[in-house]
């Protein structure tokens, strides 16, 4: 079984940053899986389904939502097994709780508890 846990939400003024880390760890798969296989950034907020905000395979080709891009950017360290979300010149819209997700193989999906993000205008 794999966890990821994710950190580095808070409560930021628009126009500012934050960066969210996802890191996993829990088994044999944990130490390699960001390396291995696709993963992602998602967001959810209440009464609304759940969003893609950036996505990155394996190979390291990068998605984003149009709603983020040129102001975020999706990256790992595989030798620290953590995946991160650099967020620049947050909007008020950006307000929701982010979760991190890798798909082991292409089949089984993992994903992390949530970090609430509030941009105040």
């Known amino acids: 079984q794999v966890q990821l846990v994710e950190s580095g939400g808070g409560l930021v003024q628009a126009g500012g940053s934050l960066r969210l880390s996802c890191t996993a760890s829990?088994?044999?798969?944990?130490?390699?899986?960001?390396?291995?296989?696709?993963m992602g950034w998602y967001r959810q907020t209440p009464g609304k389904q759940r969003e893609l905000v950036a996505t990155?395979?394996?190979?390291?080709?990068?998605n984003y939502a149009d709603s983020v891009k040129g102001r975020f950017t999706i990256s790992k360290d595989n030798a620290k097994n953590t995946m991160y979300l650099h967020m620049n010149s947050l909007k008020p819209e950006d307000t929701a709780v982010y979760s991190c997700?890798?798909?082991?193989?292409?089949?089984?999906?993992?994903w992390g508890q949530g970090t609430q993000v509030t941009v105040s205008s």
């Open positions: 997700n890798v798909v082991l193989n292409g089949v089984k999906p993992y």
């Open positions: 990155m395979t394996n190979s390291g080709s990068t």
């Open positions: 829990g088994s044999i798969f944990a130490g390699s899986i960001f390396r291995h296989n696709a």
